[in-house]
């Protein structure tokens, strides 16, 4: 059976936030795209199955993004220099406007997800633009790439230029209609639709009230931003007096609940970190995009503590790279900045609380994904460190840390496997 495989090497994983659990020299097995279990030995019951020697390299779960904009991959890395609203009109609605032209859509999702297939992400959440032909462009090419996502039509009509703002509600929840209508057309495997209000200032109450009945209609999980950036949380405010806070200006529309991820959460009060805990709110956290757009430093080890759940999120353009081993190194690093200069009784994250998130904090999102647990689904790294010497013993764990750190996923994922099926 093809996802059916034994892989020997050093084997990591995550089962809490606690501690990363590890076997040296261990087998990890994978029966029908699910793991079996890790073991020491190999059992007689499995020595049948394909056999995949990693050697001495380090065997992971794979890792999710759980908050990415596709449309703004070429753009990452120019135009730092603004907060979020402005930032968003004078660079990335006009770029994100560029993809009513279907042969720019198809030259920069190929470009995007040409990275995503080299990554180490197995799993992600992404938003496309409004263009309902651009986001299947970007569906198909997922598809050929074998990662599993959810990805979403952006919904936005105010506040946001003629070029870039669906003309009304209505057609706004027309063009959503299609768009799903194609997906099953499409018969995609792997590529899933989830319903997109870009956030608050960009979708009027009618809007939202549409997206909230197709959202129960095709029974399709939500994604959006919350509590950012100061400037929006104001203009929250002022667009939706009648909000007790901003989450509750999705939560009056059921776009609030168990299936919604909420990208940032930087500057969430206690009402809505509470409503968040009660709903079953997943929080994506994007702690370079939080650097770069000036919002700040979400409290996600409070959110951990809570029990809510947490994965992370690379939000390109905001942030500027794929890489989610990246995005656990900065959650950890901005985690400790937080403690330093903000509140000195929040506990900075280690490393293994952000592999964790890495993994399979974002991971439950999908179901069970993210674990090397048996009955995980079966999304596997191969990750060498060769190109790192070292001159002395390090452990497993330790060899990870420092492959995290020193942007070993830039040359050294040597395989990758998604509920077994091998896609790199
Ligand atoms: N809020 C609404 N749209 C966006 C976006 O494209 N990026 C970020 N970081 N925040 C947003
Ligand atoms: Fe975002």
Not at 34 to 56: C, M, Q, R, S, Y
Not at 61 to 79: E, I, K, M, S, Y
Not at 255 to 279: P, Q, T, W, Y
């Amino acid at each position: 059976m093809k996802d059916s495989f034994v892989i020997k090497g050093n084997i990591i994983w995550s089962e809490t936030n606690k501690e990363l659990k590890s076997v040296e020299n261990g087998y990890l097995v994978i029966k029908d795209g699910i793991v079996e279990g890790v073991f020491n030995t190999l059992p007689d019951e499995h020595k049948d199955l394909d056999f995949i020697d990693a050697d001495n390299d380090l065997v992971v779960p794979g890792l999710v993004d759980l908050h990415v904009h596709a449309p703004q991959f070429a753009f990452r890395g120019t135009n730092m220099d603004l907060e979020l609203m402005d930032w968003l009109n004078t660079y990335t609605f006009p770029e994100e406007s560029k993809f009513s032209d279907t042969s720019y859509a198809d030259r920069v999702y190929s470009y995007f997800t040409d990275a995503i297939k080299k990554s180490a992400t197995t799993r992600m959440v992404a938003f496309s633009s409004l263009h309902v032909e651009g986001t299947l462009i970007l569906m198909d090419k997922m598809e050929e790439i074998g990662i599993r996502s959810y990805i979403g039509k952006v919904n936005m009509d105010r506040n946001s230029p003629d070029e870039l703002r669906e003309e009304s509600p209505e057609k706004a929840a027309q063009d959503t209609e299609r768009w799903l209508k194609e997906c099953v057309k499409r018969g995609y495997r792997y590529t899933k639709p989830i319903i997109t209000p870009r956030f608050v200032p960009s979708c009027s109450d009618e809007l939202m009230e549409k997206l909230s009945k197709i959202r129960k209609e095709w029974r399709l999980p939500v994604q959006s931003h919350l509590s950012e950036n100061m400037g929006e949380v104001e203009f929250v405010k002022e667009l939706a007096p009648w909000s007790k806070f901003y989450g509750d200006a999705y939560d009056r529309f059921g776009l609030f609940g168990d299936g919604c991820i909420m990208a940032h959460c930087v500057l969430s009060g206690e009402e809505e970190i509470e409503l968040m805990k009660r709903n079953g709110v997943f929080v994506a956290h994007c702690p370079e995009s939080n650097e770069n757009i000036k919002s700040g430093i979400a409290p996600v080890r409070k959110y951990m503590d809570k029990g809510i759940n947490v994965g992370l999120g690379s939000d390109i353009a905001g942030g500027t790279t794929e890489s989610i081993f990246d995005a656990a190194v900065d959650a950890v690093k901005v985690s400790k900045l937080y403690w330093r200069l903000v509140d000195d009784s929040i506990e900075p994250l280690s490393f293994a609380d952000a592999f964790y998130l890495a993994t399979k904090g974002g991971g439950a999102f999908f179901g069970k994904v993210g674990s090397f647990e048996k009955g995980y689904d079966g999304d596997v790294l191969i990750l060498s460190d060769d190109s790192i010497p070292f001159p002395r013993y390090l452990s497993p764990t330790e060899r990870l840390e420092r492959f995290a750190y020193l942007h070993g996923d830039r040359t050294g994922i040597k395989g990758k496997w998604v509920k077994g099926n091998k896609v790199l």
